[in-house]
């Protein structure tokens, strides 16, 4: 039995990279995802174009305003002199934010009177708008602490902020493990998904059917090089992320291997799922679309789960990627012990023997 | 040859009618997709889990953490000692901690006033960044009531006030669901051709329209037309979705919005022409057009992700992403109206993308056999 599966998988990878384009399809996408979301999925904000309009003339609106000019996080794009230019600007999108200085500012913050200045930011994506008023608000934060220190005026408390696990808040530090988590399904799912639908729709099946394989065997032939290629898709996108990136890997090396085998399991069994259930391969890609998307969305990937409906958190206990997630985070940029990913490892176990299970069964009934 | 282009189309309408996947990319896919994200996604941050820690019970302290109950924005728990607060955040029941130290009450009232401590958890820093605002507003509002209560002026030398434009409740789903719809009609239009094109040469049936009488622009316009009408569906779904659904307002007026998204359909059944037209198998075709138009659409559109925040060599790279002119345009009139400003330069940009597109795929397919 033993060497029967054994030529299936040689078979199987054969049939998987014995034209370069289906060569360069296993590594060239991965790729460019890889460098695509490591550059450009940012939440940090750099060179927010932004316009002044100040009706101050004295230094301490001079010194406020030299301070968003000195931050990388911000782009002077426009001086105005006319109130009536704000909303043109804001409106066809060449600034995002305006600084509004009222005539009473610095003699209003000299006499102690508290002195407001009012930060206009454009709403069409909200969380940029959140973004940009927070970035403003630490340079406000950080002239009232100097204001207060110089002129000797009482704040009763300054807060300390110490972010941990990530001093720097680099977007890049918390996206990068889960491109590892990703890549390993996306590149899993689809060579196993499109790999029965192919047979079926050239007429080769027919052909594996008639040869002494039980439909077990066939399954573990298809099955077993889509995990050994999630094994090296997870390896390479982990050490691109370390040597590369430079994002930290403190945990440990054993701890994050368990973690992608028994998210493996899952994955794998998915993509026979889907293989069994398609009869094309437009099927079956569109299956491993249908799967893979919500997969993502309600993982945690880009946005927390914590923010979804009670309904939909409760829709995400099944999704394996949750846990690998966590798993990922954890050990890449926590350094989590093991006994603390106990919680993530066993449930995902389990959806692995399940989803292996039901494809078995689906794969018996769907054959003949 | 409009009879000759009837017959394809027709042909065309009963191969979709036929597999249902193509009408399940057209019609489930913006479903599924807008339900997602209209339930599902979310960056509005409200209840985040705070652990406090107070190392004595005062007065002042309690007084001081009042204002952080009081908040909408988070769900406070106690602890009495720092250690077992940082193993909730490691573990992520809580997000982050504020620590307010022994002699809190004592240097409340000395000249350099009271530091507090808040340990965020940087690993999500998008919301650690969320956190830290929310917790300077909490610190204005009990410096305000402080100040009130006690006739002293504690208030911050200065004040911001925000406003934000547009979308001043900041809803995230009023630019996640306008965003969405560049991503869809991305699909229809790149994926769905792709596929269907690659299809054809992939089961020899392109040969047998190649021995037609059918002219190659016949046969390109032949599979346009029925997937611009698919896609224009599709289109009248999502937009009917979001209005009365997911209640985003739209400023603008409709025609622009189904003229602009007319543009960039053919702009994106272009770029699925082209792919089609280089990779003649469904596999590769669809691989092509995921990590060629799909991924983009998402994350080089700024639809997301600011394009002004990215390195250098990736904003280049984003001038020829179809999808980012037309997310700015449909963020503008969902948002904004009908803001020629915007709208025109970003439909010029998409009618120069649509024309080089479709050269190529002309200049690219020649009606012969390799």
């Known amino acids: 039995?033993?060497?029967?599966?054994?030529?299936?998988?040689?078979?199987?990878?054969?049939?998987?990279?014995?034209?370069?384009?289906?060569?360069?399809?296993?590594?060239?996408?991965?790729?460019?995802?890889?460098?695509?979301?490591?550059?450009?999925?940012?939440?940090?904000?750099?060179?927010?174009?932004?316009?002044?309009?100040?009706?101050?003339?004295?230094?301490?609106?001079?010194?406020?305003?030299?301070?968003?000019?000195?931050?990388?996080s911000f782009a002077l794009k426009a001086q105005l002199?006319?109130?009536?230019?704000?909303?043109?600007?804001?409106?066809?999108?060449?600034?995002?934010?305006?600084?509004?200085?009222?005539?009473?500012?610095?003699?209003?913050?000299?006499?102690?009177?508290?002195?407001?200045?009012?930060?206009?930011?454009?709403?069409?994506?909200?969380?940029?708008?959140?973004l940009v008023v927070n970035y403003a608000g630490t340079i406000v934060k950080a002239f009232n602490s100097d204001w207060a220190a110089k002129h000797g005026s009482a704040i009763p408390v300054h807060i300390e902020t110490r972010s941990w696990f990530n001093p720097n808040l680099e977007s890049r530090w918390f996206f990068i493990p889960g491109i590892v988590g990703l890549l390993t399904l996306l590149v899993t799912v689809l060579v196993t998904a499109l790999s029965v639908a192919r047979e079926r729709e050239q007429g080769t099946f027919d052909q594996l059917l008639v040869t002494p394989l039980s439909p077990i065997e066939i399954l573990i032939g298809k099955a077993l090089p889509g995990f050994l290629i999630g094994v090296g898709e997870a390896t390479v996108v982990t050490l691109a992320a370390v040597l590369w990136f430079k994002v930290p890997l403190l945990g440990s090396i054993l701890a994050l291997y368990i973690g992608i085998l028994l998210f493996l399991l899952s994955a794998v069994g998915m993509g026979l799922m889907i293989s069994s259930i398609a009869v094309t391969q437009q099927q079956g890609l569109l299956g491993a679309f249908f799967f893979m998307v919500p997969a993502i969305i309600l993982s945690g990937f880009a946005t927390p789960i914590r923010n979804m409906p009670s309904i939909v958190q409760d829709i995400t206990l099944v999704n394996p990627l949750r846990y690998f997630l966590v798993v990922l985070r954890g050990v890449f940029l926590q350094g989590t012990p093991f006994r603390l990913l106990l919680p993530e490892l066993w449930p995902l176990a389990l959806i692995g023997v399940i989803s292996l299970a039901t494809a078995r069964w689906l794969f018996r009934n769907r054959m003949y | 040859m409009s009879m000759r282009l009837n017959g394809l189309i027709r042909k065309e309408f009963i191969q979709i009618i036929r597999d249902p996947s193509s009408i399940a990319i057209a019609f489930l896919m913006p479903l599924v997709l807008l339900m997602l994200f209209g339930y599902g996604v979310s960056l509005d941050s409200e209840h985040i889990p705070l652990g406090i820690v107070t190392e004595s019970n005062s007065a002042d302290a309690s007084d001081f953490t009042a204002s952080f109950h009081a908040s909408r924005y988070f769900k406070t728990s106690h602890f009495s000692d720092t250690r077992g607060a940082v193993d909730a955040m490691m573990s992520g029941s809580i997000s982050a901690v504020i620590v307010l130290r022994q002699d809190f009450s004592k240097q409340l009232r000395q000249p350099g006033g009271s530091p507090v401590?808040?340990?965020?958890?940087?690993?999500?820093?998008?919301?650690?960044?969320?956190?830290?605002?929310?917790?300077?507003?909490?610190?204005?509002?009990?410096?305000?009531?402080?100040?009130?209560?006690?006739?002293?002026?504690?208030?911050?030398?200065?004040?911001?006030?925000?406003?934000?434009?547009?979308?001043?409740?900041?809803?995230?789903?009023?630019?996640?669901?306008?965003?969405?719809?560049?991503?869809?009609?991305?699909?229809?239009?790149?994926?769905?051709?792709?596929?269907v094109m690659a299809r054809e040469w992939e089961r020899g049936t392109m040969e047998a329209l190649?021995?037609?009488?059918?002219?190659?622009?016949?046969?390109?316009?032949?599979?346009?037309?029925?997937?611009?009408?698919?896609?224009?569906?599709?289109?009248?779904?999502?937009?009917?979705?979001?209005?009365?659904?997911?209640?985003?307002?739209?400023?603008?007026?409709?025609?622009?919005?189904?003229?602009?998204?007319?543009?960039?359909?053919?702009?994106?059944?272009?770029?699925?022409?082209?792919?089609?037209?280089?990779?003649?198998?469904?596999?590769?075709?669809?691989?092509?057009?995921?990590?060629?138009?799909?991924?983009?659409?998402?994350?080089?559109?700024?639809?997301?992700?600011?394009?002004?925040?990215?390195?250098?060599?990736?904003?280049?790279?984003?001038?020829?992403?179809?999808?980012?002119?037309?997310?700015?345009?449909?963020?503008?009139?969902?948002?904004?109206?009908?803001?020629?400003?915007?709208?025109?330069?970003?439909?010029?940009?998409?009618?120069?993308?649509?024309?080089?597109?479709?050269?190529?795929?002309?200049?690219?397919?020649?009606?012969?056999?390799?």
């Open chain 2, 210 to 370: 190649l021995v037609t009488p059918l002219s190659m622009s016949e046969v390109i316009l032949g599979k346009l037309i029925p997937y611009f009408l698919l896609g224009m569906g599709g289109l009248a779904l999502s937009v009917a979705m979001a209005l009365w659904l997911f209640h985003v307002p739209l400023r603008g007026s409709l025609w622009v919005l189904f003229a602009c998204s007319a543009l960039f359909l053919i702009t994106a059944l272009g770029m699925g022409l082209l792919i089609s037209s280089v990779a003649k198998n469904q596999f590769i075709a669809g691989q092509v057009a995921i990590i060629g138009t799909f991924l983009p659409a998402f994350i080089l559109s700024g639809f997301i992700f600011d394009i002004d925040s990215m390195p250098g060599i990736v904003r280049l790279i984003t001038h020829v992403i179809a999808a980012r002119y037309y997310v700015a345009i449909l963020q503008t009139v969902f948002l904004v109206g009908d803001e020629w400003s915007v709208i025109l330069p970003n439909a010029g940009a998409l009618v120069l993308l649509a024309a080089v597109f479709l050269g190529l795929t002309w200049k690219n397919t020649r009606k012969r056999l390799e």
């Open chain 2, 117 to 195: 401590q808040l340990l965020l958890n940087g690993v999500d820093e998008n919301t650690a960044r969320i956190i830290s605002g929310y917790v300077d507003g909490s610190l204005q509002s009990w410096l305000e009531h402080a100040s009130a209560a006690r006739g002293l002026p504690l208030e911050l030398p200065v004040k911001v006030e925000q406003r934000i434009w547009f979308n001043s409740e900041l809803r995230s789903r009023n630019f996640l669901v306008p965003g969405l719809i560049a991503v869809i009609m991305t699909l229809i239009g790149a994926l769905l051709t792709a596929l």
């Open chain 1, 1 to 72: 039995m033993g060497k029967r599966i054994f030529a299936l998988m040689i078979k199987e990878f054969l049939a998987l990279l014995k034209d370069r384009k289906g060569r360069l399809v296993l590594i060239v996408p991965p790729m460019i995802q890889l460098v695509v979301f490591g550059y450009a999925a940012t939440f940090d904000l750099k060179r927010v174009p932004y316009a002044v309009y100040s009706e101050d003339r004295g230094h301490a609106s001079r010194d406020l305003l030299a301070a968003f000019k000195g931050s990388s």
């Open chain 1, 81 to 130: 002199n006319d109130e009536s230019r704000i909303a043109g600007l804001v409106e066809s999108r060449q600034v995002l934010m305006v600084i509004r200085i009222g005539r009473n500012f610095s003699s209003d913050l000299l006499s102690g009177k508290p002195a407001a200045i009012q930060i206009i930011a454009d709403g069409r994506n909200s969380n940029t708008a959140m």
